[in-house]
Each structure stands twice: as C-alpha cells, then as structure tokens.
C-alpha cells in the first residue's frame, strides 16, 4: 500500500510526526530535491507532500519530471502564508491539489452564489 511522506523544513516537522505522518527534513529547495530523488527512488513513493516553497523552488528538470504521469503524485504542502505575509486566498490550495490529481484547474466563486 501506498504511504504519505511529507518534506518539511525541520522546524515543522514535529508536527507532521505527531499526526503520525512519514517525515523527511529538509533545509531548503536543493535539500528537498535531494530527498524527492531519493524517495523515487524506492520501489514504491506513493504520495510525496512538499512544503511549498521547496516544490516552486525545484528546477525547471524537476517541474518537467513531475508534470509527467508516473506511479507517483508529488504534491505542494501549502506554505502557511500568502506572498503579502497575510493567510492565503480561500480555496487557493485547494485549486492546486484539485489541478494537480485530476489535470484540470477548477475555480471557485468567492461569494458562493451559483449563478
């Protein structure tokens, strides 16, 4: 059976091992990188969360290798802050991991009307 393996900075990871959730640490995006290529590979990656600074940080290679179908889903874990330092749009993580799974970006009317 599939696991979930989470990539986080140290400083996050406690919580994530608390939740009972496979951890690996990494300092930055080229440290990240290095632990994704180790998790892949193994006989069986699963789905691999990244903190999302690390994911956008990775290299143009990298973006190409997980845009890719594979046996493997390599998702962004959102990174707790918006770009203004204020809490990310509603639904906005959501957005990406819905595009990411099913290769299609969906939107979602912010004031719920169905119109």
């Given at each position: 059976?599939?696991?979930?393996?989470?990539?986080?900075?140290?400083?996050?990871?406690?919580?994530?091992?608390?939740?009972?959730?496979?951890?690996?640490?990494?300092?930055?995006?080229?440290?990240a990188g290095r632990v994704l290529d180790r998790l892949l590979a193994g006989s069986?990656?699963?789905?691999?969360?990244?903190?999302?600074p690390f994911l956008h940080g990775l290299g143009e290679r990298w973006q190409r290798?997980?845009?890719?179908?594979?046996?493997?889903?390599?998702?962004?874990?959102?990174?707790?802050?918006?770009?203004?330092?204020?809490?990310?749009?509603?639904?906005?993580?959501?957005?990406?991991?819905?595009?990411?799974?099913?290769?299609?970006?969906?939107?979602?009317?912010?004031?719920?009307?169905?119109?």
């Open positions: 059976m599939p696991q979930v393996t989470v990539i986080v900075p140290p400083e996050l990871a406690a919580g994530y091992r608390l939740a009972g959730v496979r951890t690996e640490t990494a300092a930055d995006a080229a440290a069986d990656p699963g789905v691999i969360a990244m903190h999302a290798r997980l845009a890719r179908p594979a046996g493997f889903l390599v998702t962004a874990l959102p990174g707790g802050r918006a770009r203004e330092g204020g809490p990310a749009p509603a639904g906005e993580s959501l957005r990406e991991l819905l595009a990411r799974a099913v290769g299609y970006e969906f939107t979602f009317d912010p004031e719920g009307s169905a119109g």
